[in-house]
């Protein structure tokens, strides 16, 4: 699977950015996002499952970040809204395409195999 994550950018703090992620040569099953900064690890930050009706956030960005995605497009979106400087950092989508249908995990273990190359987040004013 090859993942391409688009969509970030410069934005000041309160600001919103959509991040995407598609593939152009399979079907799309549970996506997550992850984002690493440096001297920390890699972080989860959100999944969705195949069925979509399934969505899990880190605590840190509950209620300001919301994951969907287009089946028809074979995209998955990060909509990141209230940005604030410690989300800063590149962000990663990874697709797990042997999950159960209704399952998604935070873990950047589940999703051994197929990583995008990365999109750049920084909020700053």
């Known amino acids: 699977v090859q993942l391409q994550a688009s969509g970030g950018g410069l934005v000041q703090p309160g600001g919103s950015l959509r991040l995407s992620c598609v593939a152009s040569d399979a079907s799309l099953k549970a996506i997550g996002w992850f984002r690493q900064t440096p001297g920390k690890a890699r972080e989860g930050v959100s999944c969705i499952s195949h069925s979509g009706d399934n969505t899990l956030y880190a605590d840190s960005v509950k209620g300001r970040f919301t994951i969907s995605r287009s089946d028809a497009e074979n995209t998955v979106f990060l909509q990141m809204d209230s940005l604030r400087p410690e989300d800063t950092g590149i962000y990663y989508c990874?697709?797990?395409?042997?999950?159960?249908?209704?399952?998604?995990?935070?873990?950047?273990?589940?999703?051994?195999?197929?990583w995008g190359q990365g999109t750049l987040v920084t909020v700053s004013s």
């Open positions: 990874a697709a797990d395409q042997n999950p159960p249908y209704h399952y998604c995990a935070l873990s950047a273990a589940r999703y051994r195999n197929y």
